[in-house]
């Protein structure tokens, strides 16, 4: 997960794949850094408001399905989030892993400088050969900035390999052969903000690929607040 900067804005959901209403999200072990608060919307588990202190903090996030007796589900995962002061944030260089998350970002922070070049926001996931992974970026700030308020991002959302070749494995419906790439000239290119992929290979192991999000303009601007959403993966 990439980290978050003190006295920002944090706001991010996790989701369950499945399941039986009502679901329960719950804080297990650990603590959430100084200031953040745990909570849900709908049945979303969400964490938010503005941390105080910088550090690397670990908890464990538990989910409980509505299902009673046998049927009755729970599972947990550990979670680690890393908080920095404004002047140790850096551009988003290092690959951030994801798993199925909500979150904001920004296409740079603040400071970052434009003589640096356009900044390009990396993360990885993985997932079994054969699945379908949906990958959505928004320039609207879902959370505190509704429609339709949206700033002057033109988002560009890659999907490559560990090589940094882009995948030929996007589209819908029964036809995944289209290049991982949005809002290029012409009609065989996908239109809009989302990329579905259908993770190439077979059999049972998972699948590392990495998504790539940047700006067509090239301003690195550090307003420029996205709403990042990916399902679907490990």
């Avoid at 999200?25 to 850094?33: K, M």
């Avoid at 919307?41 to 509505?66: E, K, M, R």
């Avoid at 551009?91 to 909500?102: E, G, P, Q, W």
């Avoid at 290979?201 to 998504?211: A, I, K, L, N, R």
């Amino acid at each position: 997960m990439p980290p978050f900067a003190t006295s920002g804005n944090v706001k991010f959901g996790m989701q369950s794949t499945g399941g039986a209403a009502p679901l329960q999200w719950s804080i297990t072990s650990g603590s959430l850094p100084p200031r953040l608060s745990f909570g849900m919307l709908g049945d979303l588990g969400t964490i938010s408001a503005s941390p105080t202190t910088a550090g690397s903090y670990t908890f464990t996030v538990g989910l409980s399905d509505g299902n009673t007796g046998s049927l009755h589900q729970t599972a947990s995962q550990q979670l680690t989030l890393t908080m920095k002061d404004p002047g140790q944030m850096t551009r988003n260089d290092t690959i951030a892993t994801v798993s199925n998350i909500t979150l904001l970002a920004s296409i740079s922070p603040y400071s970052d400088q434009s003589t640096a070049g356009p900044d390009v926001d990396v993360y990885s996931a993985s997932a079994a050969p054969g699945s379908i992974f949906q990958f959505y970026v928004d320039q609207t700030d879902e959370f505190v900035q509704p429609l339709p308020n949206r700033n002057s991002m033109q988002p560009v959302l890659e999907i490559v390999d560990s090589t940094g070749a882009r995948y030929q494995a996007c589209g819908g419906g029964s036809s995944f052969n289209l290049p991982c790439v949005n809002n290029l000239p012409g009609a065989s290119y996908i239109t809009g903000n989302i990329l579905n992929f259908q993770v190439p290979g077979t059999g049972t192991v998972s699948v590392t690929f990495f998504m790539r999000v940047s700006d067509a303009r090239g301003d690195a601007r550090p307003d420029f607040i996205y709403t990042f959403n990916v399902f679907g993966v490990n």
